[in-house]
């Protein structure tokens, strides 16, 4: 990318978009006065997760970042917005419609494809934004069943950036696994603190773990 907004695609990442879709989107990033930075790994197949996520303008933000880049994301929709005539716009853009009721083999599903896929990245946003709640586990099993890694993705409001803080290989190991893997954002700005994790809340005021 020659757009110093923007970084470097490699080869091997899904892509999407034509580059009308990806001009609009660095048009909504300038105004914004927002950018990307870090490195993309070269992975076909990975779970991607997007935190912080202390407010709705995150997932604004993941969309308009990814457009201006190309990258093709897949992401999980309550199966009740497929409705016409939003049905076939939310399959387009990557939405995978999913009953909440009836998912508990959502996880298994989920890493099924991405294994079974050529390329595809799963989007996923462990944390919500009304309340300062514990990490949701889904995406962490969905990358150990499908053996592929965690790509990491901030928002970091302090310097109007989506960060890639890389990726993180899943050993299976939950307990040891987490605090390492949460490290890596300590020091993001989220646009609301208070709604921070109490995990978050707690790495953000411990002592940083050794290297």
Not at 132 to 141: L, Q
């Amino acid at each position: 990318m020659t757009d110093p907004r923007l970084i470097d695609m490699p080869p091997l990442v899904p892509r999407t978009g034509g580059p009308l879709i990806r001009w609009i989107a660095l048009l909504i990033l300038r105004l914004f006065r927002w950018r990307v930075t870090g490195v993309l790994p070269n992975e076909p197949r990975a779970v991607l997760i997007s935190a912080p996520h202390t407010s709705n303008l995150d997932g604004f933000f993941t969309a308009v970042s990814s457009l201006a880049l190309g990258l093709h994301t897949y992401f999980l929709v309550k199966h009740t917005a497929f409705r016409p005539p939003f049905a076939r716009l939310l399959r387009a853009v990557g939405a995978l419609p999913v009953d909440r009721a009836n998912s508990k083999n959502l996880v298994t599903d989920m890493a099924r494809q991405i294994r079974e896929s050529e390329r595809m990245w799963l989007a996923v946003a462990p944390e919500g934004t009304r309340n300062a709640t514990e990490w949701k586990t889904g995406f962490y099993w969905m990358a150990v069943k499908a053996g592929v890694p965690v790509i990491l993705i901030a928002f970091d409001y302090a310097r109007r950036e989506t960060q890639v803080l890389g990726m993180f290989q899943p050993t299976g190991d939950i307990a040891k696994d987490m605090p390492a893997l949460m490290e890596r954002y300590r020091d993001i700005c989220p646009r609301h603190p208070d709604r921070l994790s109490p995990s978050m809340q707690a790495l953000r005021a411990s002592p940083r773990l050794p290297t």
